[in-house]
């Protein structure tokens, strides 16, 4: 199975900072099929990024997602107070879905 | 309004079994796969099982396969899990969740249920 790191495992910043988080593949991802989620407590995932850099419906342009092969990131280009949860980024280029283990993004 | 509502919490013994169960509304449930995903306490998400529209393919993890089952009554809207033998580290909250774009194959998560706990438990 394609294994996924994510660092940093956790991220301090401030509202109005920029945020990047990195997702790593054991392999490279086919069709760069990678998705990003936000979870804050007590609730669902939510889904930020799917095909490495397509936003979903509804998603804040201050959401970006790059990269490729086996290096992706999300970026969050100037940070509000209700960004800061956990972010997780997943893959579907094998039939075996797998997630990272999540960066967690606290203000500071 | 697309809405996944699933079946409420339960404690059950280790090896023991248990069904949890996903209603679906708000879309056209036949066409798309749908997924069981897990989060143990403190942890990240866990990817369990998928079914085709039609239930006819389904692929789970290997942490369950051989245990958990999954399968859909599309006349019913319904996602179920069947869970057999189960061990203490299943314990986890279990979200449905319905596949973005394939309907035979599978791909992300656009929405999720608001999930079932699972404590496996003597």
């Known amino acids: 199975e394609i294994v996924l790191t994510q660092s940093p495992g956790t991220l301090s910043l401030s509202p109005g900072e920029r945020a990047t988080l990195s997702c790593r593949t054991s392999q490279s991802v086919r069709n760069n099929n990678l998705a990003w989620y936000q979870q804050k407590p007590g609730q669902a995932p939510r889904l930020l990024i799917y095909?490495?850099?397509s936003r979903a419906t509804g998603i804040p342009d201050r959401f970006s997602g790059s990269g490729s092969g086996t290096d992706f990131t999300l970026t969050i280009s100037r940070l509000e107070p209700e960004d800061f949860a956990v972010y997780c980024c997943q893959q579907y280029g094998s039939s075996s879905i797998t997630f990272g283990q999540g960066t967690r993004l606290e203000i500071k | 309004e697309v809405q996944l509502v699933q079946s409420g919490g339960v404690v059950v013994q280790p090896g023991g079994s248990l069904r949890l169960s996903c209603a679906a509304s708000?879309?056209?449930?036949?066409?798309?796969?749908m997924h069981w995903v897990r989060q143990a306490p403190g942890k990240s998400l866990e990817w369990v099982s998928v079914?085709?529209?039609?239930?006819?393919?389904?692929y789970s993890a290997d942490s369950v396969r051989g245990r958990f089952t999954i399968s859909r009554d599309n006349r019913k809207n319904s996602l179920y899990l069947q869970m057999n033998s189960l061990r203490a580290e299943d314990t986890a909250l279990y979200y449905c969740a319905k596949d973005a774009l394939g309907s035979s194959n599978w791909y992300y998560f656009d929405y999720w249920g608001q999930g079932t706990l699972v404590t496996v438990s003597s």
């Open positions: 095909g490495a850099s």
């Open positions: 079914v085709t529209w039609d239930g006819f393919t389904t």
């Open positions: 708000g879309f056209t449930f036949r066409d798309h796969a």
